[in-house]
């Protein structure tokens, strides 16, 4: 019997163009998995991008989520007063 092996795709990150090794299949594995999400920034990232980011991104998309969200709450705590 043989055995196959899914090889891992280089792709490029749409947001910066750096190349990284996809590891879809072995997500486990994926340097992805470096960077932790909440669901609501995980929706972000879904709703900016339709496929996967560099970890680096990912950081970065983060942050500017969180940032995004700090404004908000500060807007909404400014209107209250």
């Not at 092996?5 to 750096?18: D, I, Q, S």
Request: aromatic share 6%.
């Amino acid at each position: 019997m043989e055995t196959q092996t899914k090889k891992h795709e280089t792709v490029g990150c749409p947001r910066c163009g750096a190349a990284f090794e996809c590891k879809v299949g072995s997500i486990n594995l994926c340097q992805c998995v470096a960077v932790q999400l909440s669901d609501e920034q995980r929706d972000y990232v879904r709703s900016q991008f339709s496929t996967c980011l560099c970890a680096g991104c990912l950081q970065e998309v983060r942050t500017e989520y969180n940032q995004q969200k700090h404004q908000e709450l500060l807007g909404k705590f400014r209107n209250a007063h």
